[in-house]
């Protein structure tokens, strides 16, 4: 592709497990993509743990988008997840979603959960689009701000979902409805 083309398009990356080089490129994404972002030492200490997982997607020799994720008995937690601002609506975040849903039935694991900030718009609406739905809210959930976060589930079985306890009465739950 020319420098000069977009990336609106799909772009078909490859998708592998984050190793220890591609941390360079990782942080320049978290950087460039949240508010108060994560340092090297964050992902090192979370990568430490013996159920935490991290994969990305790379393209043209390129860390175009990673995940961060945490492997539990019945579900999938995503911790982080960022694709590079100039490739974002390019499909990577569907790829590498769609990659995790894999992991579900594989792992007999039957949902994914994650926590998105209140104020964060585009995030909600991707997830919505893959199929998440918002089950809780976290109040005055993130320190430097203090906004609340959203709790969003996938499941792979997603009939439950309507009848489920928890099915929020709020903002995003009247959002969902539509």
């Not at 942080?27 to 430490?48: A, K, Y």
């Not at 020799?61 to 982080?80: A, C, D, P, S, W």
């Not at 209140?118 to 739905?133: H, S, T, V």
Request: hydrophobic share 40%.
């Amino acid at each position: 592709m020319s420098s000069g083309s977009t990336h609106k398009q799909k772009l078909d990356v490859q998708i592998r497990w984050l190793i220890r080089r591609d941390m360079p490129e990782v942080l320049q994404i978290e950087q460039g993509s949240f508010v108060s972002p994560w340092t090297d030492e964050d992902f090192l200490c979370c990568l430490r743990q013996r159920n935490c997982i991290g994969m990305v997607a790379e393209a043209e020799q390129q860390i175009v988008g990673f995940m961060i994720y945490e492997l539990h008995k019945t579900r999938l937690q995503i911790l982080n997840f960022a694709v590079a601002p100039e490739f974002r609506r390019s499909t990577i975040g569907s790829q590498m979603i769609l990659r995790l849903i894999d992991k579900l039935s594989q792992q007999r694991r039957n949902e994914i959960l994650l926590e998105v900030r209140e104020r964060n718009l585009d995030a909600q609406l991707f997830y919505r689009k893959q199929g998440f739905r918002a089950i809780s809210v976290l109040r005055a959930h993130y320190d430097d701000t203090e906004e609340d976060a959203y709790i969003l589930r996938y499941r792979l079985d997603a009939t439950h979902d309507e009848a489920s306890p928890f099915a929020p009465n709020n903002r995003i739950s009247e959002y969902d409805a539509a």
